[in-house]
């Protein structure tokens, strides 16, 4: 993918997961476009919202339609290059460009396309991930997925927005995220 760090962890449901929930806390939404893989429909509109972190779903995969849905709160605009099952293809630049202009990072699913065919940091995205299970793996030899970090969304620019990333963690030694790595 060209990224500047990853992270490899046990399923594509785990990455999805872990993207997210690293840049939210309770009370805090992420803006969703509505074409995804079921496991990821049913994290972002059950098991998230109850541990406090509101998926605001998108009514398609546009800029225009996820630009009213961002404010103070929205930590991260999240889309799957090429939805799965549906077949979409989002306009990954338009949706990066207006999410930084909020100052929010764009995480992008890139299972179905691969970085073979798809390269979404070329593209704006922020933060990308795979479900290794499929296409990467063997479709189905293996089980895992993967975090990849593009090295270039300023998360210092907004400081307020990302505390857990800019701010001394006491529990790792006052280490600042965004600083250190």
Not at 14 to 39: E, H, I, M
Not at 101 to 108: E, L, N, S
Not at 129 to 150: A, P, Q, W
Not at 153 to 162: I, T, Y
């Amino acid at each position: 993918e060209g990224g500047s760090a990853a992270l490899t962890v046990s399923s594509g449901a785990a990455a999805v997961r872990y993207s997210v929930r690293n840049l939210t806390s309770v009370g805090t939404n992420v803006v969703s476009a509505p074409q995804l893989y079921g496991a990821t429909y049913a994290l972002f509109a059950h098991v998230l919202p109850d541990e406090g972190v509101e998926v605001r779903f998108a009514k398609d995969d546009r800029a225009e339609s996820m630009e009213p849905l961002i404010d103070d709160k929205t930590r991260a605009i999240f889309c799957e290059s090429i939805g799965n099952p549906a077949g979409n293809v989002v306009d990954l630049e338009s949706v990066s460009e207006m999410a930084h202009r909020h100052g929010v990072p764009v995480i992008v699913d890139n299972t179905v396309p691969t970085p073979l065919l798809l390269k979404p940091f070329a593209h704006g995205a922020d933060v990308v991930i795979h479900s290794l299970t499929k296409f990467v793996g063997g479709h189905g030899t293996t089980l895992g997925g993967v975090i990849i970090d593009g090295g270039r969304f300023p998360w210092q620019d907004h400081a307020e927005r990302f505390p857990m990333l800019t701010e001394p963690e006491p529990a790792f030694h006052d280490v600042v995220y965004a600083e250190q790595f």
